[in-house]
């Protein structure tokens, strides 16, 4: 079951221009993390933020958490043309794995 | 250096036919997992084990089947069962953690593309 819906599903932007994609789940959380795929690739794993945390940073992203909206976002400022990618949120499911949204097609112009 | 194989890259089988995707990690994790991507879908788990012959269904089990016989390898044999088995697999791996709620980060493969003729 998928239980994070990525929004938007696609967003172009240009070189130095900041991006914001957001993420809404259904059911209580411990933690959410956020993943990129490059086209044809595997997923890299870029940051997880634990429920008991509100904002995150590593480097140029950005992570924040509102546990009573049910809802992330992701934040990448000065993009650059290498961060075009998808970018996916997980949580954990009631097993023992992660169930991930249907990611947001990233791409970034020169 | 660490990290995830998986093998093939590339597979091309013929409707009928089973197929085994290779998976293997020197990371140490006790924990694997195989996902199915299809295209613009997200990932949806197949099965996964957190440890030494023990694993479980995930949301589309059907058609599919694992072995973890050992700790570094978890492959998926992709059956003639399965309706529609042309997509991207990925294999994954974290350390084990104590309950879903708590599961850390993931470690993929590279994947394995299918392709049904």
């Known amino acids: 079951s998928q239980q994070g819906e990525e929004d938007p599903q696609a967003l172009s932007i240009q070189e130095g221009e900041n991006a914001t994609m957001n993420c809404s789940y259904k059911?209580?959380?411990?933690?959410l993390q956020w993943y990129r795929q490059n086209s044809g690739r595997g997923l890299v794993h870029l940051i997880l933020i634990r429920s008991n945390e509100r904002e995150k940073h590593s480097g140029r992203l950005r992570v924040t958490l509102d546990t009573s909206k049910k809802s992330s976002s992701l934040l990448i400022t000065a993009s650059r043309a290498a961060d075009t990618a998808s970018y996916f949120c997980a949580t954990p499911n009631s097993g023992y794995a992660l169930n991930f949204g249907k990611g947001t097609s990233l791409l970034v112009t020169p | 250096d660490g990290g995830i194989t998986q093998s093939p890259k590339y597979l091309f089988r013929k409707e009928g036919q089973n197929v085994t995707l290779s998976c293997e990690q020197n990371?140490?994790?006790?924990?694997m997992y195989w996902y199915r991507q299809d295209p613009g879908q997200g990932l949806r788990l197949i099965y996964y084990?957190?440890?030494?012959?023990?694993?479980q269904k995930g949301d589309i089990a059907e058609g599919y089947s694992v072995s973890r016989e050992k700790k570094e390898s978890f492959p998926l044999t992709v059956t003639s069962a399965q309706k529609n088995p042309t997509a991207f697999y990925l294999c994954?791996?974290?350390?084990?953690?104590?309950?879903?709620?708590?599961?850390?980060?993931?470690?993929f493969g590279e994947g394995s593309r299918l392709t049904v003729l």
């Open positions: 084990s957190q440890i030494v012959n023990d694993f």
């Open positions: 990371l140490n994790h006790d924990a």
């Open positions: 059911t209580s959380i411990n933690n």
């Open positions: 994954a791996s974290s350390t084990r953690t104590s309950g879903g709620a708590n599961t850390g980060e993931l470690f």
